[in-house]
């Protein structure tokens, strides 16, 4: 087996060691063409045929698998991407059993909502890469928006937020083929046809689904298709590096903006702040209590009331 894959099945934690050394003679290119087999074969309730239909768009999506389960869908992504799937390609799964939030965290991913994740080869700097996520942030908001969802919100970096609750999250990951970054995957979950009733008390709290923010089921086909159509729109304008037109279409529905807020960077004292704006490298701009100025480019930020 190639060593990369073998890396990348190790660090994911979906085989153990011991599997991946049994199977180690596998012929990866044989297994890569099952993964995608098994991605065509028709599913019971999210149906690519249904996606496909009238999708309009030039390579995002174009090629597109959907299973009914897999462990993460950035996982196969990540793999597809390393067997050079093409820009564009789109893995949707309708359950996913290891799914993968930020931070190190689970990702419920039950039934009745959107797992998918997206494989893009940018061409530019990796400085840009935090932009990626706050451009797929803009075109969830903006697919939301037309599927008739009031005034959701991006609070940053990554979640989408109605009336206050997260109903969205996206994870992007990097893959390093021999320690260059050829491609980004970017996982989107969308808490859509699932009722905030049924998840754990804590979690009610903070979180909500479109389900209930409609008072009806929505059309995940239609859902995922302005998705990918607003997506492709937005990474256009990335790939143009014409960041700025991303940050502004961000700010406009920015939930972070203008909120005092704990910061917690990673390896550092979480310190309490105004949020001041964004910069054009897709950092928070941040006022400490001391008035001093702070770039915050990786972490989270818990709203205070
Ligand atoms: C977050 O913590 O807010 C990010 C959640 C990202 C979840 C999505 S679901 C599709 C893709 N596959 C995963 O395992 N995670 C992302």
């Not at 890469?129 to 940053?156: D, H, M």
């Amino acid at each position: 087996m190639h060593d990369e894959i073998k890396k990348l099945l190790i660090t994911e934690k979906t085989l153990s060691e011991d599997v991946i050394n049994q199977i180690g003679n596998i012929d990866i290119d044989e297994f890569s063409e099952i993964v995608k087999e098994l991605g065509e074969k028709e599913t019971q309730h999210i149906k690519s045929s249904e996606i496909s239909k009238e999708l309009q768009t030039a390579y995002i999506g174009k090629k597109l698998y959907v299973y009914d389960e897999v462990s993460s869908t950035n996982t196969i992504a990540k793999f597809l991407s390393m067997q050079n799937d093409e820009n564009g390609t789109v893995i949707i799964s309708e359950k996913q059993t290891l799914g993968k939030g930020r931070t190190g965290k689970d990702w419920e991913s039950p039934l009745g909502g959107i797992w998918l994740s997206i494989i893009i080869k940018p061409n530019v700097d990796q400085s840009k890469f935090p932009l990626i996520t706050l451009a797929t942030g803009v075109a969830v908001a903006k697919a939301l928006e037309k599927i008739g969802v009031e005034n959701p919100e991006i609070k940053w970096p990554n979640d989408i937020m109605i009336k206050g609750k997260k109903v969205c999250g996206i994870l992007t990951e990097s893959v390093a083929i021999l320690d260059k970054i050829e491609n980004v995957i970017i996982g989107v979950g969308i808490d859509a046809n699932l009722e905030s009733s049924k998840f754990p008390d804590e979690l009610q709290k903070i979180t909500t689904t479109l389900k209930d923010e409609l008072g009806k089921e929505c059309d995940e086909h239609l859902l995922i298709k302005t998705f990918l159509e607003e997506f492709e729109l937005i990474n256009e304008l990335f790939n143009r590096e014409d960041y700025e037109a991303i940050l502004k279409e961000w700010r406009k529905r920015s939930y972070s903006i203008g909120k005092t807020v704990e910061v917690r960077k990673p390896f550092d004292t979480p310190f309490d702040a105004y949020i001041i704006g964004i910069n054009e490298e897709g950092a928070l701009i941040v006022e400490k209590i001391d008035g001093t100025l702070e770039k915050v480019i990786s972490g989270e930020c818990i709203i205070k009331n």
